[in-house]
T-cell receptor, first 117, second 117 residues
Framework: DAGVIQSPRHEVTEMGQEVTLRCKPI?????LFWYRQTMMRGLELLIY????????DSGMPEDRFSAKMPNASFSTLKIQPSEPRDSAVYFC???????????????FGPGTRLTVL | AQTVTQSQPEMSVQEAETVTLSCTYD???????LFWYKQPPSRQMILVIR??????QNATENRFSVNFQKAAKSFSLKISDSQLGDAAMYFC??????????????FGKGTKLTVNP
């Protein structure tokens, strides 16, 4: 089975430009999570969806960030306009939400390393 | 708010020896999950082991085992017969079960494990 797929793997852009990160969750999973990893703040949740509906967006830094999940197999995280402080690794993870930890475990994609100059 | 603390920024171990990584957490919940994830230089987040709080028995996965002390809110990871491939950042994480609140993973800051040949 294919794991979580993220694209691009690396992105270098200039301040002020729009950046779109993409994620394809594991087939059959119904929850999707976006995390950000920085040296200063570690790994933090930005937003997560359950059955394509945003459930917790308390980690979204500000209005420059937006996320969508138009269907069960695709999600985007958009930053507009981008700033140097957005430079980080962005991870997407998916799970099958249930009451059983054996299935309700988050599996991560390879991440997108974003550099904003 | 739930917090996870890893007090050892770095650890080292000789190949074939045993090492224990520490993790403590703070929560007022009684039902939750705990995880250890491994992040090698490739930056892929890999699940190592998981523990459901209602289970008294400590989880084991081959050379990896945990010491879960619920009353002390402690969740340490023991790696036996350490191998060079175990060298990585290890993150302890906490989350609530599906239906119990936000399902985000709350991570510690990580412990960098070096394995010496």
């Amino acid at each position: 089975d294919a794991g979580v797929i993220q694209s691009p793997r690396h992105e270098v852009t200039e301040m002020g430009q729009e950046v779109t990160l993409r994620c394809k969750p594991i087939s059959g999973h119904n929850s999707l999570f976006w995390y950000r990893q920085t040296m200063m703040r570690g790994l933090e949740l930005l937003i997560y969806f359950n059955n394509n509906v945003p459930i917790d967006d308390s980690g979204m830094p500000e209005d420059r960030f937006s996320a969508k999940m138009p269907n069960a197999s695709f999600s985007t995280l958009k930053i507009q306009p981008s700033e140097p402080r957005d430079s980080a690794v962005y991870f997407c993870a998916s799970s099958f939400a249930s009451r059983r930890a054996s299935t309700d475990t988050q599996y991560f994609g390879p991440g997108t390393r974003l550099t904003v100059l | 708010a739930q917090t996870v603390t890893q007090s050892q920024p770095e650890m080292s171990v000789q190949e074939a020896e045993t090492v224990t990584l520490s993790c403590t957490y703070d929560t007022s919940e009684s039902d939750y999950y705990l995880f250890w994830y491994k992040q090698p230089p490739s930056r892929q987040m890999i699940l190592v082991i998981r523990q459901e709080a209602y289970k008294q028995q400590n989880a084991t996965e081959n050379r990896f085992s945990v010491n879960f002390q619920k009353a002390a809110k402690s969740f340490s990871l023991k790696i036996s017969d350490s191998q060079l491939g175990d060298a990585a950042m290890y993150f302890c994480a906490y989350r609530l079960p599906h239906g119990g609140g936000s399902e985000k993973l709350v991570f510690g800051k990580g412990t960098k494990l070096t394995v010496n040949p």
